[in-house]
């Protein structure tokens, strides 16, 4: 067993609960830890029995372009559905979504959530 991860993907998307927030956008920032077999592909050095990240990371792009959501938690859950949907050999994912500078009134680095499957 071991880790892929993928740190900071970035993406300009127009999700929140304000309309404002779904107007003008804002920057978001996603992490992803997959857990998976790490041996074949280990001993073969093929992609065909690895967990393809360059595939991972076209369906989070696609999920991150895809609906205005309300919620970081539909975001997260959404990608978790296509990543186990559409790749095999996940183990278990988590996300991790962060919205850069969001507007709650004060200077705030991020906002985010995680979540697991």
Aim: charge should be neutral; proline fraction near 3%; avoid cysteine.
């Amino acid at each position: 067993m071991g880790k892929i991860v993928i740190e900071e993907m970035e993406f300009y998307a127009f999700h929140g609960h304000y309309q404002e927030e779904q107007i003008v956008g804002n920057r978001f920032l996603v992490d992803l830890e997959i857990e998976s077999n790490l041996l074949a592909p280990a001993e073969s050095d093929q992609l065909a029995d690895a967990v393809n990240y360059q595939q991972a990371y076209q369906l989070i792009k696609k999920e991150m372009r895809r609906k205005k959501s309300n919620l970081l938690e539909n975001i997260a859950k959404r990608i978790l559905d296509a990543l186990f949907s559409e790749m095999d050999g996940i183990e278990k994912a988590t996300v991790r979504i962060r919205k850069m500078h969001p507007p709650m009134g004060g200077p705030i680095k991020s906002v985010g959530i995680t979540m697991s499957r």
